[in-house]
């Protein structure tokens, strides 16, 4: 059974920084690319990042660049989101996502919410 965790959610102040886990499980982690995406209240979700199986390749969304990095621990199949600089506008729930090359996200995690304050 497939099954994506998200943690690390919490509140941080405009500026700081914070970083989410997304812990797999189910003998998808060495297979499937792992993204991030995030709904804000009243908004569509929107796609974050991702990164390859082997964790060579990463994609950021023109919004984040530069100031979010995601990598994965494939000895923990663990992947992480580190986010810095961070904005009130950037409130949401992170989600984790699993996909295969060329497929869409086919799993996915509930989601921790992120609240920055002013």
């Known amino acids: 059974q497939v099954q994506l965790v998200e943690s690390g959610g919490g509140l941080v102040q405009a500026g700081g920084s914070l970083r989410l886990s997304c812990a797999a499980s189910g003998g998808i982690f060495s297979s499937h690319v792992i993204g991030w995406s995030r709904q804000a209240p009243g908004k569509e979700r929107e796609f974050v990042g991702d990164i390859s199986w082997t964790g060579v390749s990463t994609y950021y969304a023109d919004s984040v660049k530069g100031r979010f990095t995601i990598s994965r621990d494939n000895a923990t199949t663990t992947v992480y989101l580190q986010m810095n600089s961070r904005n009130p506008g950037e409130t949401a729930v992170y989600y984790c996502?699993?996909?295969?090359?060329?497929?869409?996200?086919?799993?996915w995690g509930q989601g921790t919410q992120v609240t920055v304050s002013a």
């Open positions: 996502a699993a996909r295969t090359n060329g497929r869409g996200y086919k799993y």
